[in-house]
């Protein structure tokens, strides 16, 4: 077997087609086949069944899928690493995180890291989950994953940077607007404007309301933080949210952000998949973002 059986055997897994994965590498689904097909002679076991709709791995297969998502996650950052020696202060350094992450944490740090680190490409993915951030992240496409920090995860490192006191965004000209602050039972009923459901931030809203026996309605789904504000400044609902800085003050005159210090305070991060082994470019780039954030304003 070689090291490209295993890759292309790792992104059928993934992928749950042969057809996906030629489409991906432009190639022939025959030529995706054989890969699998070598490794399944090599190991005497079927490895993935075919079905009507794509394919899914055996528990052969799903043990084989483990192990070489962890075994070339590593190989392939060593390489990195080693190219990175090579060429002194150039390489790479990649991030994988949500849509408006980089605006709200990162982009002070870029400007900084990259004066320092002139040769140095950032390379941003967007993912829509910290599943799929731990995905890249195991499967060794990326070097760092900015995150909603939650329970461990088997072979992640988690580090937290900052956190965030949750707030009510509501109009200016809404009735609760006068309010200095509110209790989790002042949101029972409340038609809200809801964070995606398969957000780790949602997830700990909910759970923390369950405890708190609040019930809101939630009328209303968007994608990201920055939308669910958008519609609160517009009047057309209430959105519960993580303090940020860039949403006070002159830039956003028509909105205001109420404090519910009863909530659990929600906290972002790095994930990584061992602190030990990230290259020194890319270690020097969490630290820089983590510094930044250090030195942003309190919230009220």
Known sequence: MTLDDL???AAVCRAGSLSAVARDLSCTQSAVSQHVKRLERELGLTLIER???????????????????TGLGGID??????????????????????????????????????????????????????????????????????ITLGT???????????????????AAGDPLAARRRLEPADLQDTRLIGLPQNSVSRSQLDSWLG??????????????????ILLA??????????????W???GHPGLRLLPLPALPVLTAGWAVRRWDTLSPLARAFADTVAEHCARRPPTD
């Not at 680190?117 to 829509?128: A, K, Y």
């Open 152 to 170: 461990p995860v088997r072979g992640i490192e988690q580090r937290p940077v900052v956190e965030l006191p949750w707030v009510l965004a509501v």
């Open 77 to 146: 950052h060593a390489l990195r690493s080693i190219g990175e020696l090579a060429r002194g202060e150039g390489g790479s350094v990649r991030i994988t995180t949500g849509a408006t992450s980089i605006r709200h944490f990162m982009s002070a740090a870029v400007v900084d890291y990259r004066r320092r680190f002139p040769l140095v490409s950032l390379e941003f993915q967007t993912e829509v989950s910290s599943r799929s951030c731990f995905e890249a992240l195991t499967a060794g496409r990326v070097d760092l994953a900015w």
């Open 248 to 250: 006070q003050g002159p």
């Open 233 to 246: 400044e517009l009047g057309l609902g209430h959105a519960v949210v993580p303090a940020l800085p860039q």
């Open 7 to 9: 890759r292309v055997f």
């Open 51 to 69: 079905h009507p709709r794509g394919v899914v791995p055996t528990k052969a297969g799903r043990l084989l899928q483990s192990a070489v998502a």
């Open 211 to 228: 405890k708190s026996g609040i019930r809101p309605v939630f009328d209303t789904s968007v994608a990201d933080w920055d939308t669910a």
